[in-house]
């Protein structure tokens, strides 16, 4: 069945940096845009940032524009999240998800998310 | 800030049915499809309506949506108490280039 498995998350000084993983399963990882959407304590849900299917565009959310990086290795079916200069404001659970379709598109399946705690 | 606005709470007895709205704006629900996802207390958000009407295989008809102009909304008919859950709409954003979100719905079936 299709599994998409964050890791990496945990606790971090404000400043530093973190690297993110989502690890997919059970479909064509290659042939799917995916994105990267968090959820602070208490709050609703944020875009971070999306991939294309191959890697070649981008495009980051104005609050971590400049600070995080998304990228994805297809021949390991993974994508991944840089994130630095991290902020307190950063605090959330972080999830992954898979995008079908483009503009006209919708997330079909989701990971079950890591916590990422920015405080000193 | 959301880039869709949505009402914080909603509220209904078993059985009755309720409505929630979502208003964006010309370079999101007024030109792309709305999306919502149902997020029940300590899990992942889960695909609910796509394409502004479309239900994913599974979801029960009990669930509708609609779209016009630069708004849309979410009906539940026949409300469960397993409905209690934030909702949340989502829209394709041509200024952001990506994904925009409401501010999500707190249903709560008293």
């Known amino acids: 069945q299709v599994q998409l498995v964050e890791s990496g998350g945990g606790v971090v000084q404000p400043g530093r940096s973190l690297r993110l993983s989502c690890a997919a399963s059970g479909f064509t990882f290659s042939r799917y845009g995916m994105h990267w959407v968090r959820q602070a304590p208490g709050k609703g849900l944020e875009w971070v940032a999306l991939i294309s299917y191959d890697g070649s565009y981008k495009y980051y959310g104005d609050s971590v524009r400049g600070r995080f990086s998304i990228s994805r290795d297809n021949s390991k079916n993974t994508l991944y999240l840089q994130m630095s200069s991290l902020r307190t404001e950063d605090t959330a659970v972080y999830y992954c998800?898979?995008?079908?379709?483009?503009?006209?598109?919708?997330?079909?399946?989701w990971g079950q998310g890591t916590l990422v705690t920015v405080s000193s | 800030q959301s880039v869709l606005t949505q009402p914080p709470s909603a509220s209904g007895t078993p059985g009755q049915r309720v409505t929630i709205s979502c208003s964006g704006s010309?370079?999101?629900?007024?030109?792309?499809?709305v999306n919502w996802y149902q997020q029940l207390p300590g899990t992942a958000p889960k695909l609910l309506i796509y394409n502004n009407n479309q239900r994913p295989s599974g979801v029960p008809d009990r669930f509708s949506g609609s779209k016009s102009g630069t708004s849309a909304s979410l009906a539940i008919s026949g409300l469960q108490s397993e409905d209690e859950a934030d909702y949340y709409c989502?829209?394709?954003?041509?200024?952001?280039?990506?994904?925009?979100f409401g501010g999500g719905t707190k249903l709560t079936v008293l």
């Open positions: 989502a829209s394709w954003d041509d200024t952001l280039s990506g994904p925009g």
């Open positions: 010309s370079s999101s629900v007024g030109s792309n499809p």
């Open positions: 998800a898979s995008w079908d379709g483009h503009n006209d598109g919708y997330y079909d399946q």
